[in-house]
């Protein structure tokens, strides 16, 4: 019971945390840049980090079991690989781009898991027969850990190709808070403006260019960064998903629904990786591949498992599906 | 000159290092200093090779040629994309497949039979190892994948035909006809499927061949530019006033880097590795998938439901998946099956099956004894017996105190996922021709619901607790519920070499993520021109370079004039 309390409070305090980080960059955005403000917001996203691992823990000891067995406790997991990417450049002094990406994805994965769409789902309480196996911790942290940082890969790519294909861009003016809320390009619009934003206090007009160029330079450098980690994980999951197999279920390949998709993104990625590797191909051409993971990373985590077909569908799992 | 510049007040930091490096010009001496604070050596570069044979390669990467290549690029980029939007991605795989025989044959009637057959080899080399090729190859597994997740696997030709009728096609255009003329149906296994991974397999080998390797050959190289003109042209260049180049190479030996020197030029090199990785990477999918070929083509599998207390005979299950698969010995092995069990937890759901098994050899002496279960599965002699599947066989009831009955059950099929099964004991006349009885349900072993004559709810037992229940002046107690374990067997020759595969591509892909950083530096009079460049890290490379150059120290002016005379002399 305590622990359910005490998962409960970190929930919220993690969520609300986020959710005023959020808040701050967006101000930051709108208004001035306030070094404190800047300063609270990473202070608030390291707070949020120890909370979400407060809750994991607490899961843990409650359950006996690593919390990764079902859609919800992946996706806290999610939420607690964007922090840590989050916190990375932020300890090793870098002052990067990533900041942009990963709060507002840790505030949308955090707000998935807690929203009313899967509360039905916080109270699996129970590792079925098949998860029962030292593998789920390797196999499951490394998948959703390749994840989060390959989002993030491809987020920063997306943000890449929305700079580059505005060639006319309106003219930005402080409050103007419509820009905020474009649909689509959510992320990389944040990105963008707070590019923007930067560029124009620092810069005159006529120079404006040249930080254009370095800002599309850097972001490719960071999304080609994140993603080559991010493809680590990708494969060290999807082996260490075969070797399991191979003990579970019979094959190491079973070209479960899963599986595949996970191929595929794998798939996705290497071709990535190889574009980047050839001087012939361009940024742009890469960058519209990793946009091409994005989706089909999603397809991976969500898709199949809201079909709940295949060996995978531990979400609404069952007994003779195992 | 030596006794100058041993005076230590001129180079205070590292008056004694800096002696040797000087020599090193002058006189051809074999002797490598020992630095105790890293333990590393400088390596001097022998001076028979040309000091400008790597050029060339440093050329591949300036603007100019960027540009050039633009435009081709372009359209080369479109045209991938272009083909992964179009719904049968195969067309113009197929297409592109065709046109890499179709090179070689074009060039072939020009210059005679024989040159064919001499450039036939290397043409079709050039052609797999085009990456653009390879990029198309990769592009088009994962369509075919992502559509064999998309159509149903393995049904009967009747599915099909209502799932994609003609009158009413899938795109306009996808009907039942793509799908079994395709052999869309056991993707996986189609001859496209897997005729385009056989062509992936050959622009690997074909790219590590042409590609990969030759790179590395020049990677390991050591290339010293030797005009300033050079190196500024380089990712990240700076220059250095009133430093020396030897100060420079100590840093960098600090910071990892493989240190050459030869006269005013530098040259160093951190993380070869990750050139070398991607090799490892490339063999490794070769051998996965060899492995996999392996497994397809010399495998055995077979699946059987056994009722708790009965035998079977491993050959027996067994049947062959390829032309390679050979019986052992072990396949003489009976299996005997000494109790299938569940636990429970406290909620009712399942937590594990177990299975205790006892091998028995052809005398009937036991081998081996095991408690299977999932993960933890029994492997004796190539073959591995899993615990996949359950049911149940029989129930042990007691009518009236006579008895036990083996009453057989029935799997019944219901909405839902969840296994039911199902039994009856016959209650009066037997002969009748409409005979009633007592029905008994079950969802596992653990507890039995009985309902009466009527079909009415009567009470549920648990078979261990032998609890006698009394249904229309019937006494029956429910002595045991007897289980059936389904077992998954196979033998797989594949396993270890997909295994190794797994291993190096882990490893390899690991140490792809590192960085081959290259720096190059020249002393020109009193300033030192750095430039370098890497290959993964160029966000972080910059500011690298930017904290070890700071700690080259500043020389102080009389020291100067006197190194730049030592270089010049």
């Known amino acids: 019971m305590i622990f359910s309390t005490l998962e409960h409070i970190l929930t919220h305090i993690s969520f609300s945390i986020v959710s005023i980080v959020i808040t701050i960059h967006l101000i930051t955005l709108l208004v001035d840049e306030i070094v404190g403000l800047y300063d609270s ?92 196996s030292h593998w789920l911790m390797m196999h499951v942290s490394m998948m959703v850990l390749s994840y989060a940082a390959l ?142 993971g994005f989706l089909i990373i999603w397809i991976c985590y969500f898709g199949v498992n809201l079909l709940g077909i295949g060996l995978h569908s531990y979400g609404s799992f069952t007994l003779t599906s195992y | 000159m030596e006794a100058l510049n041993l005076n230590p007040t001129t180079t205070p930091k590292s008056c004694l290092p800096k002696t040797y490096f000087l020599k090193a010009p002058l006189l051809p001496c074999t002797f490598k200093p020992k630095f105790s604070p890293h333990n590393c050596q400088i390596h001097r570069r022998s001076f028979k090779k040309t000091p400008f044979s790597l050029t060339t390669a440093c050329k591949l990467k300036t603007p100019q040629d960027n540009k050039k290549n633009n435009t081709k690029s372009n359209k080369i980029a479109k045209q991938i994309i272009l083909s992964e939007g179009e719904p049968p991605p195969l067309a113009e795989e197929s297409g592109g497949a065709g046109g890499s025989e179709e090179a070689p044959a074009k060039l072939g009637s020009g210059s005679g039979v024989m040159g064919l057959v001499k450039r036939l080899p290397r043409r079709i080399l050039s052609v797999l190892s085009y990456l653009p090729l390879a990029i198309g190859e990769m592009f088009a597994i994962a369509g075919l994948m992502a559509l064999g997740t998309f159509i149903d696997q393995g049904e009967a030709p009747d599915f099909y035909f209502d799932k994609y009728p003609e009158s009413n096609p899938v795109l306009g255009i996808f009907t039942w006809r793509w799908v079994l003329t395709l052999g869309f149906d056991h993707m996986f296994t189609s001859p496209i499927f897997l005729a385009l991974l056989a062509l992936l397999g050959a622009s690997l080998m074909a790219c590590t061949y042409t590609t990969q390797i030759p790179l590395v050959k020049v990677a390991r190289r050591w290339n010293f530019l030797q005009s300033s003109e050079a190196i500024n042209k380089q990712e990240f260049s700076e220059s250095l006033p009133r430093a020396s180049i030897q100060d420079l190479g100590v840093v960098l030996m600090g910071a990892g880097y493989e240190v050459f020197l030869k006269g005013p030029s530098l040259y160093a090199f951190r993380g070869l590795a990750g050139r070398f990785a991607p090799i490892g990477v490339h063999l490794a999918m070769l051998l996965i998938m060899v492995g996999g070929t392996l497994s397809a083509t010399g495998s055995f599998k077979g699946t059987v439901t056994v009722p708790q207390g009965l035998n079977f005979v491993i050959g027996d299950v067994m049947g062959p998946i390829g032309f390679l698969s050979k019986p052992t010995e072990a396949f003489n092995t009976e299996v005997h099956v000494n109790r299938f069990y569940m636990t429970y937890y406290d909620s009712g759901e399942v937590s594990q099956f177990y299975t205790d098994l006892s091998l028995l050899d052809l005398e009937g002496k036991e081998v081996l004894r095991k408690t299977i279960s999932v993960n933890n599965p029994l492997r004796y002699g190539g073959i591995t017996i899993y615990q996949t599947d359950w049911s149940i066989s029989a129930l042990q009831v007691l009518k009236d105190n006579e008895g036990p009955f083996n009453l057989a059950v029935a799997p019944l099929k219901i909405n839902g996922d969840k296994k039911l099964y199902g039994t009856f004991l016959p209650v009066g006349d037997v002969n009748s021709p409409d005979v009633k009885g007592i029905s008994m349900l079950a969802r596992d072993l653990q507890s039995i619901v009985l309902y009466d004559q009527e079909g009415k709810f009567a009470g549920i037992r648990r078979p261990s607790s032998k609890l006698p229940i009394e249904i229309d002046g019937t006494k029956v107690v429910i002595v045991d519920a007897i289980g059936s374990s389904g077992l998954d067997l196979k033998t797989d020759p594949g396993v270890p070499v997909v295994y190794a595969g797994f291993g190096a591509l882990m490893l390899t892909t690991c140490i792809s993520f590192l960085s081959h950083s290259q720096i190059w530096a020249i002393q020109d009079g009193t300033a030192v021109i750095v430039g370098g460049k890497t290959n993964r890290a160029k966000g972080e490379f910059p500011e690298e370079m930017n904290r070890l150059l700071d700690r080259v120290p500043e020389l102080v002016n009389s020291s100067l004039s006197r190194q730049s005379d030592s270089i010049v002399g």
Not at chain 1, 95 to 110: G, V
Not at chain 1, 186 to 196: A, C, D, M, P
Not at chain 1, 260 to 275: D, E, G, P, Q, R
């Open chain 1, 151 to 292: 989002l993030c890969g491809s987020l920063l790519s997306l943000a890449l190709l929305v700079i580059t294909f505005r060639k006319f861009r309106r003219i930005f003016s402080k409050g103007n808070n419509l820009v905020l809320v474009n649909e689509s390009f959510y992320f990389g619009e944040i990105q963008y403006v707070n590019e923007r934003n930067n560029v124009l206090r620092n810069t005159s007009i006529s120079s404006q260019n040249y930080y254009r160029y370095q800002l599309i330079q850097q972001l490719d450098r960071w999304s080609y960064r994140i993603i080559s980690l991010g493809f680590i994980f990708l494969t060290v999951g999807i082996l260490s998903g075969a070797v399991w197999a191979n003990e579970a279920w019979g094959s190491y390949w079973n070209w479960d629904p899963k599986e595949t998709w996970a191929f595929i993104t794998w798939t996705v990625f290497a071709i990535y990786l190889h574009i980047r590797t050839n001087k012939i191909f361009e940024s742009i051409n890469s960058a519209i591949v990793a946009s091409m």
């Open chain 1, 41 to 132: 917001s990473e202070k608030g996203m390291i707070v949020t980090f120890f909370c979400i691992t407060g809750l994991l823990v607490t899961r843990w000891v409650c359950l006996g079991h690593l919390p990764l067995s079902d859609l919800y406790e992946s996706l806290i997991f999610l939420s607690w690989s964007f922090s840590i990417i989050h916190m990375i450049p932020y300890f090793k002094k870098h002052k990067n781009h990533l900041s942009a990406i990963t709060a507002p994805s840790a505030i949308f994965t955090q707000g998935f898991a807690t929203s009313g769409l899967l509360t039905e789902m916080h109270q699996s309480e129970i590792l079925v027969p098949a998860l029962q």
